[in-house]
């Protein structure tokens, strides 16, 4: 079987989306989606409940992003067409269990909860034909900036697949790919914000070391690795030959490559990667 990954152009469409949406487990993720999908213009607060574990948080909540917040995820469940789930994955199939008398295959499950298969929250549906899509996002959707992969359980239509595309389109870029690639996708771009925050600083530490103010530093260190990653993604050129174009023969670049060689970097990230895609393999099971 051949790989089915596709990627979306840059966000697009505002049309209204005449559906409900439940987001249960609204945490960090849950919020930058629920904000998403308002800012999209797509759907409006009185479209959009959400649930949390504490009665506490939900009040906090409900004021903030100014939609319904409770903590009875069966009732927000009943009165959705779209059912986000966002809990960590440990709690992801006991939250299925809790929505399985209002499920029917009209409404679509779209879980964002690392490792948890598309199968086991099938499985957990007891209904067959319950249409999921398993999504992996990551935090720069705050800024609309986000990069989520997306895929299908045996239910999920093609027209269920783009529906959930659209939405994550409205806080950033979509992949589609197959569920077997999920896990390296939280290893890359799920973990990666965390893997270029360590190479900030450390760029930001640099320029301190050789004098320049730390506010310099961090802004000098964020735009270049800011415009580096809107090289590749918009002149489509290899990183290897962009790299190159910066490297002048017998040049001060040149000495600095030498020494992220030497230290060991590509290793590490690619070492970093595989690690993180480790873990997300074995995550759901606690
Ligand atoms: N953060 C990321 O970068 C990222 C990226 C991609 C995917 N994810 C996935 O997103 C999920 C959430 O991560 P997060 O970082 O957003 O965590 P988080 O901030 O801790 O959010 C989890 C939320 O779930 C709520 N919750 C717990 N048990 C619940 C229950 N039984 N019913 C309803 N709500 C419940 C919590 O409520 P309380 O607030 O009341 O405790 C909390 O609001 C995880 O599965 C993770 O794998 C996260």
């Known amino acids: 079987m051949t790989d089915q990954t596709q990627s979306s152009p840059q966000p697009t469409g505002t049309d209204r989306v005449n559906k409900r949406v439940a987001m249960l487990g609204a945490g960090k993720m849950g919020s930058i989606l629920i904000e998403g999908l ?28 100014q939609v319904p917040v409770t903590t009875d995820n069966a009732a927000a469940a009943r009165d959705a067409d779209l059912i986000f789930i966002g809990v960590k994955p440990f709690t992801v199939i006991d939250v299925v ?16 909860a690392a490792s948890v298969k598309t199968r086991a929250i099938e499985d ?18 705050m800024l609309g900036a986000g990069m989520t992969a997306l895929s299908g359980g045996r239910y999920a239509t093609v027209q269920h697949l783009q529906l959930a595309a659209s939405l994550f389109e409205s806080v950033g870029r979509t992949v589609q790919v197959d569920e077997k690639h999920l896990d390296a996708v939280t290893g890359l771009s799920g973990s990666g914000p965390a893997y270029i925050y360590i190479i900030l600083e450390a760029l930001a530490e640099a320029g301190v070391k050789v004098g320049l103010p730390r506010d310099a530093a961090t802004l000098l260190a964020a735009q270049t690795t800011y415009g580096a990653a809107r090289m590749v993604l918009e002149t489509g050129e290899h990183p290897a030959l962009l790299k190159d174009a910066v490297t002048t023969p017998a040049g001060c670049t040149a000495d600095g490559l030498l020494e992220i060689e030497e230290g060991g970097l590509r290793v590490t990230l690619i070492k970093a990667v595989m690690r993180a895609t480790e873990r997300a393999r074995v995550l759901a099971g606690g």
């Not at 959009?48 to 504490?54: E, F, G, N, S």
């Not at 957990?124 to 959707?141: F, I, Q, S, W, Y």
């Open 97 to 112: 269990r809790q929505i399985k008398p209002v499920l029917t295959p009209e409404k679509l499950i779209i879980s964002f």
């Open 38 to 65: 308002i800012r999209s213009g797509r759907f409006t607060r009185d479209q959009i409940a959400a649930t949390v574990q504490h009665e506490n948080r939900a009040a906090k909540l409900a004021e903030r992003l």
């Open 124 to 141: 957990a549906t007891e209904l067959l034909g319950m249409p999921v899509v398993r999504a992996m996002p990551n935090t720069p959707a």
